[in-house]
């Protein structure tokens, strides 16, 4: 539930070093991120479970976070809220879109994966606007269109992926971005405040592993790295790196630049993903999935948010969210 602190506002432009900042950002979690989906192809061709996969890929993204923490002397804030807003983060984050993402990635290309993730801001904005977060205009009415167009030119022809079948992995991976997106929306309204960004999603990952761990021992799916590394073992540890590095970014760009404006992340994402895959994999791709993507960039690009409500409104309540945020021009 979408805190009733937050009411959509039309904020000044916000400074030029904090629009820079966010900006390269971006273009990091973009490029990092597109990569990602690559990698999860090439995880599961050693035949590891998907729910083992993600497994491992929080598992080691904790470790490696809760190193940073070790080091900074940093340790994750634990009220009974706070553990609320774990626990959502974790299944809306990791637990439920990682699992089906893994189960997918077997079954389509990386360039068919990164497309459908790009839905991320069309349903962030969705419900964004359902809450007054953000403003409804034709315009972006028109980009939600676009967008669902995009997904429909992969589904529909016959002729459009390369196996007919793989049309339920598709809409498994947009189910995936739905939670994405709603993980988007907590982070903005939930986020404790003056609180280190790569502390909050540590204590998000470990959450993650605590609900996966009794998971994958009762289902049966647990199993150890393979060793030696194996191409497999290499990705799932390449992703983990990814998820702790690019994950903190990702909140820390919500915090500093909003939910909208963080989830144009899916349009650097889906393009480089697309590249990764033909970089790597040499994929070929029917025209249906060259228009699809063509379209759902003209979506992406009539959703994103203009400069004048760059930053979201931000709660006044100093329990809440703060308006100045840590590391920009505020106390650190």
Request: glycine letters at 6%; hydrophobic letters at 50%.
């Amino acid at each position: 539930m979408v805190d009733p602190y937050v009411t959509h506002s039309t904020l000044a432009h916000p400074p030029r070093a904090k629009r820079l900042g966010s900006l390269l950002i971006l273009l990091f979690l973009g490029i990092v991120w597109g990569l990602s989906f690559s990698l999860a192809r090439m995880a599961t061709e050693s035949g590891i479970h998907p729910v083992m996969i993600n497994y491992w890929s929080c598992l080691i993204g904790a470790g490696l976070l809760s190193l940073y923490c070790f080091f900074t002397k940093k340790i994750p804030p634990i009220t009974r809220p706070l553990i609320g807003f774990y626990l959502i983060c974790a299944l809306l984050g990791s637990v439920v879109p990682g699992t089906l993402y893994f189960y997918a990635a077997s079954h389509v290309s990386a360039g068919v994966l990164s497309i459908t993730i790009a839905t991320v801001p069309l349903l962030t904005f969705i419900a964004a606007a359902v809450f007054r977060i953000e403003a409804l205009s034709y315009k972006r009415v028109l980009g939600i269109l676009c967008g669902i167009s995009s997904i429909g030119l992969l589904v529909v022809p016959n002729s459009s992926l390369p196996d007919p079948n793989a049309t339920l992995w598709v809409i498994m991976m947009v189910l995936a971005a739905a939670c994405y997106a709603a993980e988007g929306l907590v982070i903005a309204t939930r986020t404790p405040p003056r609180v280190d960004v790569f502390v909050v999603v540590t204590a998000v990952l470990i959450t993650a592993v605590i609900i996966m761990t009794p998971i994958v021992w009762l289902t049966g799916t647990f199993e150890v790295m393979p060793w030696p590394f194996s191409r497999s073992s290499w990705a799932i540890l390449g992703m983990s790196v990814i998820m702790a590095t690019a994950y903190g970014g990702f909140y820390y760009l919500i915090v500093l630049a909003g939910p909208v404006y963080a989830s144009q992340t899916a349009y650097l994402v889906t393009l480089s993903g697309v590249l990764w895959g033909i970089l790597i994999y040499n994929e070929t791709h029917s025209v249906w999935i060259w228009a699809s993507l063509a379209v759902m960039m003209i979506a992406i690009t009539l959703v994103k948010p203009q400069e004048t409500t760059h930053q979201d409104h931000r709660y006044q309540d100093k329990n809440k969210i703060p308006v100045t945020l840590p590391g920009t021009n505020g106390e650190s």
